[in-house]
């Protein structure tokens, strides 16, 4: 008998629909409002640019109608809830070099990234073993999962989970789109 106990799920998605016009949509959207917020935030980034607030944007409403078709109904399977909304919703623009340090993120209860643009050896996002003395162990020791972007790629995760975002090798912009979410 085995019983694996303190899993934790991370979930990811395809838009397989998610293509060049849809890209280049939202990237005059991100350059549009960087016209007007050229400073921008400063949550996780080092070496690039992230955003206000856009949860009220179009790329937002896009992404509300994903989560709801799509990613919804695995998250009923899997923690029991009929409800999910969007409390906050940023972009995120790294150059080469650009990276994200380690975080969480704190009052909310999942997370999630939507990839826009990757090119070639991006950066990818890293999640930390929340067992820290497991490393300790010859069994289950995995010290962190990595992900690797891909354009019209959701990965959505519990929002207490250390991540960070190694940095980018290639040669254009990693863009994508950051969200926390509410479920009940
Ligand atoms: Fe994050």
């Known amino acids: 008998m085995i019983e694996n106990w303190f899993s934790v799920p991370i979930w990811y998605f395809y838009d397989q629909n998610f293509g060049d016009d849809q890209e280049i949509k939202m990237i005059e959207f991100f350059n549009e409002y960087q016209k007007n917020d050229n400073a921008g935030q400063n949550r996780s980034n080092v070496n690039g640019y992230?955003?206000?607030?856009?949860?009220?944007?179009?790329?937002?409403?896009y992404i509300d109608s994903f989560l709801q078709k799509e990613v919804l109904p695995e998250?009923?399977?899997?923690?029991?809830?009929?409800?999910?909304?969007?409390?906050?919703?940023?972009?995120?623009?790294?150059?080469?070099?650009?990276?994200n340090r380690n975080h969480v993120h704190p009052q909310t209860d999942l997370s999630g990234v939507f990839y826009v643009s990757t090119p070639e050896d991006c950066g990818n996002i890293v999640f930390y073993n929340p067992l820290t003395v497991s490393v300790m162990s010859r069994c289950n020791r995995e010290e962190n999962v990595h992900y690797t972007p891909e354009r019209g790629k959701f990965v959505i995760f519990p929002s207490w989970l250390?991540?960070?975002?190694?940095?980018?090798?290639?040669?254009?912009?990693r863009r994508s789109i950051a969200f926390n979410l509410t479920v009940s």
């Open 162 to 173: 250390y991540h960070s975002v190694r940095p980018n090798k290639g040669n254009g912009f």
């Open 50 to 61: 992230q955003s206000g607030d856009i949860s009220n944007s179009e790329p937002a409403q």
């Open 75 to 99: 998250l009923v399977t899997c923690i029991n809830i009929t409800k999910v909304s969007i409390n906050s919703m940023w972009f995120n623009e790294n150059g080469p070099g650009g990276l």
